[in-house]
């Protein structure tokens, strides 16, 4: 953001991306991907005020000038066209929820002529999905540096398999009846030669703009069920684990037969891996039913992660088979023990209503603990029972626990 929210500037070129309009487009065909673009153009001309104009760039680009205007008032429209685009679309029956990406330049403090504004708007709009994308940000010179530090990370992310350098950590689940281990949660995490430790928030968004995560995510499989193996051959008591799947992968033609090859290759049973898919890639119900299901024939279990954060119909619940709700650790943060928390505790009843078990996210407090236990939560998980954990490390964190 610019910190002199008061100055004015001729005018402000606004650069709107889609995010994830690709792969809504490449999932649901081109018909829907037209209406929904013909909906934001739509909720564009409502939400721009008069002195702005709305320009179809290309694909599922948009350009707004915004003439006459100040910094300040740049920022509030930006807000708006924020809120406005993110709110679902209904296309024919299916909610689909696309946030757009924004890049801001201003005339004439960084160019003077149409071209290096538009360029400038569209280096910004790239900042703000690196930034993690459903954002604006104004256009500044530093950004060049880093568009240039994007290159050279995906170019070293595209040698992170062969070179050795990505690594799960796993993060205990506990039965909330028994008190004893009942899965875990494998996390990549990505340690480069050059750069050293890189956050997920970092490289994750740059794998699924540039298709690397779907080599990443057969990798994170193929390394979850090994150890899962490990573990059995050591003589631990078998416990799954689960890993996260992006919506590309999801939607990868061969996904079913890769995660049948790794199983068989690996040589464990099938129930010892759990897959979780996030709400959003819910979108087409039609679809996302049929790929799940041909994953249960293999014999996975099959998480919804994040409950309660998207905008899907809850009626896809009742066609897809899941084993597991995983509750948004949002919802766990303000609850204390005596709490009354309808949200978590509805999760929970419409979970077991549909024969479903429940495992809660961010457990970091006993609060937290009593809570969930009072109100029948299945399963928990956070930094009150253990941080992500290195195989070894964890080996000794189950040692411990087993003992206590």
């Not at 002199?4 to 792969?23: H, I």
């Not at 992310?157 to 689940?173: G, H, M, W």
């Not at 090859?261 to 099938?270: D, K, T």
């Not at 299945?378 to 626990?401: I, M, N």
Request: net charge negative; with cysteine; hydrophobic share 40%.
């Amino acid at each position: 953001m610019l910190n002199n929210s008061k100055s004015t500037s001729d005018f402000a070129v606004f650069f709107l991306d889609l995010d994830r309009f690709k792969t809504i487009n490449d999932s649901l065909g081109h018909e829907y991907g037209d209406i929904l673009l013909k909906k934001v153009a739509e909720r564009l001309q409502k939400k721009v005020p008069t002195n702005g104009t709305v320009f179809r760039y290309g694909g599922d680009e948009f350009i707004v000038l915004l003439e006459n205007t100040t910094i300040e008032e740049t920022e509030q429209v930006a807000t708006v066209i924020l809120n406005a685009l993110t709110f679902p679309y209904d296309l024919e029956g299916i909610d689909i929820v696309v946030s757009p990406s924004i890049g801001i330049s201003l005339y004439p403090n960084d160019a003077t002529d149409a071209k290096t504004l538009i360029k400038k708007a569209d280096n910004a709009m790239y900042h703000a999905k690196r930034t993690g994308k459903s954002n604006f940000q104004f256009y500044h010179d530093s950004m060049l540096s880093k568009i240039s530090g994007n290159v050279e990370m995906e170019s070293l992310l595209r040698k992170a398999i062969d070179r050795e350098e990505f690594l799960l950590v796993y993060q205990p689940q506990i039965d909330a009846g028994t008190n004893k281990i009942y899965g875990a949660e494998a996390l990549i995490r990505w340690h480069n030669k050059e750069l050293g430790l890189i956050s997920p928030v970092e490289f994750i968004p740059l794998a699924e703009e540039s298709g690397l995560i779907v080599p990443i995510g057969e990798w994170v499989i193929r390394e979850a069920c090994q150890q899962v193996k490990h573990w059995q051959k050591a003589g631990y008591t078998p416990f799954p684990v689960s890993v996260n799947l992006s919506i590309r992968q999801f939607y990868q033609t061969d996904l079913i037969p890769t995660v049948k090859s790794i199983i068989e290759e690996v040589g464990i049973e099938p129930e010892y891996l759990e897959l979780e898919i996030t709400e959003s890639m819910a979108m087409d119900a039609d679809t996302a039913s049929v790929i799940l299901h041909e994953l249960k024939m293999i014999g996975v279990k099959i998480a919804i992660d994040d409950f309660g954060t998207g905008y899907s119909s809850l009626s896809y619940l009742k066609k897809f088979p899941i084993d597991h709700l995983k509750i948004d650790q949002s919802f766990i943060q303000d609850i204390s023990d005596d709490a009354d928390d309808d949200i978590v505790s509805a999760i929970i009843m419409l979970a077991h209503n549909l024969m479903m078990r429940t495992i809660a996210e961010g457990v970091e407090t006993e609060a937290h603990m009593r809570y969930l236990q009072k109100h029948q939560c299945d399963v928990l998980q956070g930094y009150y029972f253990s941080k992500p954990l290195e195989p070894k490390a964890l080996e000794a964190w189950l040692y411990r626990f087993e003992k206590e």
